[in-house]
């Protein structure tokens, strides 16, 4: 089982990113998936999941400003990142079933 | 939402010494299905979590026996028996009963005394 997320950098608040998690090893649409970050030095924070029929919900921190989706027919999970804090600097994990975590994209949110 | 309590924060402890943390469920993690939905994860310094523990007290494929895990209802516990090197890091346990939002204890730092 592999998961590799791409796509996190510097970006200004406010403005917008796309995350990606490609998923090798497992039958990516049989399985829900999550997000979860990791800001600098801190804990961990769910922040949003789709289960296999692409059902989904956020973390109250990040409705209505993030959107999980994925595309069975690449193996791909995203996370479409708008109108960006400070707050949401942090690395992002996709994962799968607990057991299977990407090493992380970081995400910076500055000016 | 389900508050997840960890102690102690930090942990010193001397290689083969014998360690326990706590985390304290703000509510029963009982799901009416039967099961209790809570894992026990590893950080190593500058890498992704691993899962260690399923179920409150099932090993992950691949993880050494002297991690156990136990408890039931609001209180439960990670015990290492017999630290090794490699299992420093910071450990969290996390919640997926009541769930959403799933919920991450606040972690405890294992380190070399």
């Known amino acids: 089982v592999q998961l590799v997320e791409s796509g996190g950098g510097l970006v200004q608040p406010g403005k917008s990113l796309k995350l990606s998690c490609s998923a090798s090893g497992f039958t990516f649409s049989s399985y829900g998936m999550h997000w979860i970050r990791q800001a600098p030095g801190k804990g961990l924070d769910w922040v949003a999941y789709i289960s296999s029929s692409s059902g989904t919900v956020y973390a109250d921190a990040v409705k209505g400003r993030f959107t999980i989706s994925r595309d069975n027919a690449k193996n791909t999970l995203y996370l479409q990142l708008n109108s960006l804090k400070s707050e949401d600097t942090a690395i992002y994990y996709c994962?799968?079933?607990?057991?299977?975590w990407g090493q992380g994209v970081m995400v910076t949110v500055s000016s | 939402d389900v508050v997840l309590t960890q102690t102690p924060p930090t942990l010193s402890a001397t290689i083969g010494q014998s360690v326990s943390i706590s985390c304290r469920s703000s509510?029963?993690?009982?799901?009416?299905?039967?099961?209790?939905?809570l894992n026990w994860l590893l950080q190593r310094p500058g890498q992704p979590p691993q899962l260690l523990i399923y179920?409150?007290?099932r090993l992950e494929s691949g993880v050494p026996n002297r991690f156990s895990g136990s408890g039931s209802g609001t209180d439960f516990t990670l015990k290492i028996s017999g630290v090794e090197a490699e299992d420093l890091g910071v450990y969290y346990c996390?919640?997926?009963?009541?769930?959403?939002?799933?919920?991450f204890g606040g972690g405890t730092k294992l380190e070399l005394k």
């Open positions: 179920l409150v007290s």
């Open positions: 994962i799968s079933n607990w057991a299977y």
């Open positions: 509510q029963s993690l009982l799901h009416s299905n039967g099961n209790t939905y």
């Open positions: 996390v919640q997926s009963t009541h769930a959403p939002p799933w919920t």
